[in-house]
């Protein structure tokens, strides 16, 4: 990409339409898997121009540019100015108002797509990448830095533990109560309740739900403080448990994937186990195949599957009683002790493993387990 394309006197501060469809459909192809022009593109201050444009009635203009910014959000490299630049502008401009629509034309649809889309690259490993600044505001004082760092100065702690969970607490009603701008909008509630309208969208397609349950995942992984409040508000303030469970109804691994993992998330960071548990055992324990030898669902989605059942199981015997009631025993044993020796069959394998370990520790179940038929050895061999 050479500077004339982006110079100050480029067509894209110009105001014919027809000019500015062409610059910024030239802007798409000479970007498109092409990182050096990427780059170039940002660097020169490119992505500021598209975002201008965003104000633009034309549908067209505004679909080939939100397909820019989504292509520039896959490079790593360039998240943090795409987020300083483009996000406030993207969810302010875009999500927001198509989100409030009551039903969008194919282009609208494919706007909305290319946004959430880009919402989704950007907020991948969010936790890790954030400034220390907002890790400190997000997570409290010792939560977003060592303990080495933090915990003791010489002789002496920085704060006690009732002055850190009152800072924590301070915090999170702080963070809530503002008004996100810019990258905010990556890791604020109030975007939680935007997903939740794209899901339930009868204009969503797969594509759509695919970013926005990606997003999700994201937000919710690991375990910092903000995840588990984001968990949270997933789980209690906007009650999505019950669209993501009928979410599973699908035979599409590049939904199964992203959605399999954001429930993995939930059920780590759950408050509830034992209600969480009732909604959700039976239905992951429909969708585990009979052993490791079956092809569907992945061996990356069975793996997300286990976890999320684990992480009910290892703080609920409840957990552990249904997913022995409807059956999961067998399922689980055939997954561990039955599989084609390939990388995923093995880890698929492990983490069937980990969940009949753990339900192991319920003495209270070893009756209902004996009476299905299986031994203490189902459960305890972990020879994979």
């Not at 533990?161 to 800072?167: I, P, Q, S, V």
């Not at 684990?310 to 609920?316: A, E």
Request: glycine share 6%; aromatic share 6%.
């Amino acid at each position: 990409m050479d500077g004339a394309s982006i110079h100050s006197n480029d067509p894209l501060d110009g105001d014919n339409r027809a000019v500015l469809r062409y610059a910024t459909g030239a802007t798409r192809n000479l970007i498109y898997e092409n990182s050096n022009n990427k780059a170039a593109l940002v660097d020169a201050g490119g992505v500021a121009r598209l975002v201008s444009i965003l104000s633009e009635a034309d549908e067209e203009l505004r679909k080939t540019v939100t397909g820019v910014l989504w292509n520039l959000s896959s490079r790593d490299n360039l998240k943090e100015k795409l987020s300083r630049e483009a996000l406030s502008e993207l969810t302010e401009k875009v999500l927001v108002p198509l989100c409030n629509s009551t039903a969008l034309n194919a282009s609208e649809r494919e706007i909305f797509y290319n946004t959430t889309g880009c919402l989704r690259n950007l907020s991948y490993q969010l936790y890790s990448e954030l400034p220390p600044s907002v890790r400190l505001r997000l997570e409290g004082p010792r939560r977003a830095t060592s303990i080495k760092d933090s915990e003791a100065i010489g002789c002496f702690t920085l704060y006690s533990k009732k002055d850190t969970e009152r800072h924590e607490n301070l915090s999170i009603l702080s963070e809530m109560s503002r008004q996100p701008k810019g990258a905010d909008w990556l890791w604020h509630p109030k975007v939680v309740a935007l997903y939740k309208l794209v899901l339930q969208s009868s204009d969503s397609n797969s594509t759509g739900r695919e970013a926005a349950i990606g997003a999700l995942q994201n937000i919710t992984a690991g375990e910092t403080r903000w995840a588990s409040v984001l968990s949270g508000v997933v789980l209690e303030q906007e009650r999505m448990l019950p669209i993501l469970l009928d979410l599973l109804d699908t035979n599409s691994e590049m939904e199964l994937r992203p959605l399999t993992g954001l429930l993995r998330n939930l059920a780590r960071h759950s408050s509830n186990k034992d209600h969480m548990a009732t909604n959700v055992v039976k239905v992951l324990v429909s969708k585990l195949p009979s052993d490791g030898h079956q092809k569907t669902p992945s061996c990356e989605v069975v793996v997300n599957m286990c976890g999320a059942l684990n992480n009910l199981v290892s703080s609920s015997s409840l957990a552990a009683r249904d997913i022995s009631y409807f059956n999961g025993i067998p399922k689980l044993v055939g997954i561990k002790t039955s599989h084609d020796n390939s990388s995923g069959g093995y880890k698929a394998a492990r983490a069937a493993s980990t969940v009949l370990g753990n339900m192991f520790q319920y003495n209270k179940l070893h009756k209902d387990y004996k009476l299905k038929g299986f031994s203490r050895r189902d459960f305890t061999d972990v020879t994979i």
